[in-house]
């Protein structure tokens, strides 16, 4: 058990480093972004390359901090059952909820987009637009190491249930564990 918790802590840093790295690309999409604006209001010139960027700066930050968002449990949930639940009853929910349906997803992802990915990269793909950025193809890649860092954070929550379920929810990394405030206490019977 205590070799599953390292591989669920060791995906869990891939993703908290990256997750790190990528999320400062707000800061330059915002910086882009500010830059052509001024730049077509106030001097009345643009950069279609300039455009460009802030797009797939976008794109690259979103594609590349999902598996990060996951293993914050930022994503969107509807947890009227899931809010209330105890621990082990969250780690069967992420459990089932893993494994029909992230990781199936992670597949269509994956599968859908290597020939388009392929594609790109044959070519060297750039942008469509005349005067905009090289290198399309190394932005589509993203779409892979998405479905690819999505999948082992989803490992990371499979690893985190079976730990949970076999009553061993002290490995669980810190990064990942259940936050005790939102696990309602056992109240003895009686109390309100």
């Not at 901090?65 to 009853?89: E, N, Q, S, W």
């Not at 890649?141 to 499979?158: E, H, N, R, V």
């Amino acid at each position: 058990m205590r070799f599953l918790a390292g591989i669920a802590k060791l995906i869990c840093a891939v993703n908290i480093i990256i997750g790190n790295v990528f999320a400062w690309l707000s800061l330059g999409i915002v910086l882009v972004c500010f830059a052509v604006v001024v730049q077509r209001y106030v001097f009345a010139i643009s950069f279609v390359w300039m455009q460009d960027l802030y797009i797939w700066l976008n794109g690259a930050m979103f594609t590349a901090v999902a598996g990060f968002a996951l293993l914050r449990d930022d994503h969107v949930r509807v947890d009227i059952f899931y809010r209330p639940a105890k621990m082990a009853r969250r780690a069967l929910i992420d459990l089932i909820g893993v494994v029909v349906f992230l990781l199936p997803f992670c597949w269509v992802v994956y599968a859908y987009s290597m020939p388009f990915v392929q594609r790109a990269w044959g070519y060297s793909e750039a942008s469509a637009n005349v005067g905009g950025m090289p290198g399309l193809y190394i932005l589509k890649a993203f779409i892979i190491g998405f479905a690819a860092l999505i999948a082992l954070q989803g490992i990371a929550w499979i690893i985190r249930s079976v730990l949970v379920l076999s009553g061993n929810a002290e490995l669980v990394p810190k990064s990942i564990q259940y936050s005790r405030d939102q696990i309602p206490a056992d109240h003895p019977q009686g109390a309100v």
